[in-house]
């Protein structure tokens, strides 16, 4: 079954770091841009950061939440065939299940808005908790 899977999430204080994991079965990562989102209880999805394929059409361009640019980093290694976004001087607001997700789109769009409606083989979350 095609799908992303999701690692990583964990317990840790605030003003901590996690670095998440995001692998491919089934399908090359490295022909779809990648989205981060994350859903708290009670709150509606959110485009956390996406980045781009490296093809004719994309250079790799990373994008990122306004509120989470400074402190968030997505990178990809396409020969394991896994996006990474890693997370720094996390906050307690930072705590939801974080899910990647591949847009569907023709890469001259990837990316672009990070609507979860555009993304799919959506995998099935890592928790992140941040608490003292």
């Known amino acids: 079954q095609v799908q992303l899977v999701e690692s990583g999430g964990g317990l840790v204080q605030p003003g901590g770091s996690l670095r998440l994991s995001c692998v491919a079965t089934?399908?090359?990562?490295?022909?779809?841009?990648i989205g981060w989102f994350r859903q708290a209880p009670g709150k509606e999805r959110e485009g956390v950061s996406c980045?781009?394929?490296?093809?004719?059409?994309?250079?790799?361009?990373?994008y990122y939440a306004d509120s989470l640019k400074d402190r968030f980093t997505i990178s990809r290694d396409n020969a394991k065939n896994t996006v990474y976004l890693e997370m720094d001087n996390l906050k307690p607001e930072d705590a939801a299940i974080y899910y990647c997700?591949?847009?569907?789109?023709?890469?001259?769009?990837?990316?672009?808005?990070?609507?979860?409606?555009?993304?799919?083989?959506w995998g099935q979350g890592t928790q992140v908790t941040v608490s003292s």
């Open positions: 980045i781009n394929t490296i093809d004719g059409a994309n250079d790799g361009r990373t």
């Open positions: 997700a591949a847009d569907r789109r023709p890469s001259e769009h990837s990316c672009k808005g990070m609507r979860g409606s555009d993304f799919g083989f």
């Open positions: 089934k399908f090359t990562l490295a022909y779809y841009g």
